[in-house]
């Protein structure tokens, strides 16, 4: 099925969007920090073909949208995108990464309008900084590899060894994930990096790590087995912590389990979402 573009004015930005019009609740993807909108783009069609109600949208300083001019919030404009896309009834949000955290900011600003959550090695707003030695050990040495490289302004080399981090795993070998997904995230984060990273722009300050009991909605946190093991440690926490979630691992899969396997995360969002 394919998708209709839509724009979302938000204060200071216009987002930019696919959506494939089906029935029931409304389904919002909010991609990763190292991502754009068109990650969806596999599992939007299959959601879409099943007569699911599916958006998925760039925010700010990613894909077509461009960095921002001054201050903002993204759950600020999240909560904008569920005002023209569900003005009537709760959605559904499923965010991976930094996307992630960006829902479950949602929940906490606005229970009203989400009607649950499925998360993806969520990144959670207020969770504390790493250990810098730890998290090195913890990517296999890719994490100061990346450091190296963008500080020497090596900016190619920083995206190759980003996408083999978080799409083949920290101890997988390069290449794992080929073909035209691997071809997909190369081009989408050399756009986050030719902006600068916007990932620290646009904090809600909710600090969502200090407050997840207070997120009644039905959830379910899923990570990659062969993602950061900080990220899987960290993702079944949130789920223990989480009152009405459940947990489940990906066998076989990283950070960015949709790009290389979009049938099993659709089946895993139908399955959740009836």
Same mark, same amino acid.
């Given at each position: 099925?394919?998708?209709?573009?839509?724009?979302?004015?938000?204060?200071?930005?216009?987002?930019?969007?696919?959506?494939?019009?089906?029935?029931?609740? $409304?389904?919002?993807?909010? /991609?990763?920090?190292?991502?754009?909108?068109?990650?969806?783009?596999?599992?939007?069609?299959?959601?879409?073909?099943?007569?699911?109600?599916?958006?998925?949208?760039?925010?700010?300083?990613?894909?077509?949208?461009?960095?921002?001019?001054?201050?903002?919030?993204?759950?600020?404009?999240?909560?904008?995108?569920?005002?023209?896309?569900?003005?009537?009834?709760?959605?559904?949000?499923?965010?991976?990464?930094?996307?992630?955290?960006?829902?479950?900011?949602?929940?906490?600003?606005? &229970?009203?309008?989400?009607?649950?959550?499925?998360?993806?090695? &969520?990144?959670?707003?207020?969770?504390?900084?790493?250990?810098?030695?730890?998290?090195?050990?913890?990517?296999?040495?890719?994490?100061?590899?990346?450091?190296?490289?963008?500080?020497?302004?090596?900016?190619?080399?920083?995206?190759?060894?980003?996408?083999?981090?978080?799409?083949?795993?920290?101890?997988?070998?390069?290449?794992?994930?080929?073909?035209?997904?691997?071809?997909?995230?190369?081009?989408?984060?050399?756009?986050?990096?030719?902006?600068?990273?916007?990932?620290?722009?646009?904090?809600?300050?909710?600090?969502?790590?200090?407050?997840?009991?207070?997120?009644?909605?039905?959830?379910?946190?899923?990570?990659?087995?062969?993602?950061?093991?900080?990220?899987?440690?960290?993702?079944?926490?949130?789920?223990?912590?989480? &009152?009405?979630? $459940?947990?489940? $691992?990906?066998?076989?899969?990283? /950070?960015? &389990?949709?790009?290389?396997?979009?049938?099993?995360?659709?089946?895993?969002?139908?399955?959740?979402?009836?």
């Amino acid at each position: 099925m394919t998708y209709e573009p839509v724009e979302i004015a938000t204060p200071g930005a216009t987002l930019v969007g696919d959506r494939w019009n089906g029935a029931g609740a $409304t389904i919002v993807l909010l /991609h990763a920090g190292v991502c754009d909108r068109r990650c969806w783009r596999e599992v939007g069609a299959r959601l879409g073909a099943a007569g699911r109600d599916v958006v998925a949208y760039d925010r700010r300083g990613f894909g077509d949208v461009s960095p921002p001019g001054g201050p903002f919030r993204h759950v600020d404009d999240l909560l904008a995108v569920l005002d023209a896309v569900s003005p009537d009834a709760p959605a559904w949000l499923v965010g991976s990464s930094m996307g992630g955290e960006v829902a479950l900011d949602a929940a906490l600003e606005a &229970p009203e309008r989400v009607a649950g959550l499925v998360l993806l090695a &969520p990144a959670i707003s207020g969770d504390p900084e790493p250990d810098e030695e730890a998290y090195n050990a913890a990517t296999d040495g890719l994490a100061d590899a990346i450091d190296a490289a963008w500080t020497a302004g090596a900016l190619e080399e920083c995206n190759r060894l980003e996408v083999r981090l978080w799409l083949d795993g920290p101890a997988e070998p390069e290449g794992r994930v080929s073909g035209p997904p691997r071809e997909l995230a190369l081009d989408m984060n050399r756009i986050v990096i030719a902006n600068g990273e916007p990932d620290a722009d646009g904090a809600s300050g909710v600090d969502a790590g200090s407050r997840v009991d207070e997120i009644a909605n039905q959830a379910i946190v899923a990570c990659g087995e062969l993602d950061v093991a900080i990220k899987v440690r960290r993702s079944a926490e949130l789920a223990g912590a989480l &009152p009405n979630a $459940t947990y489940q $691992t990906l066998p076989g899969r990283a /950070h960015l &389990p949709y790009l290389e396997a979009p049938d099993e995360i659709a089946a895993l969002i139908m399955a959740e979402v009836v």
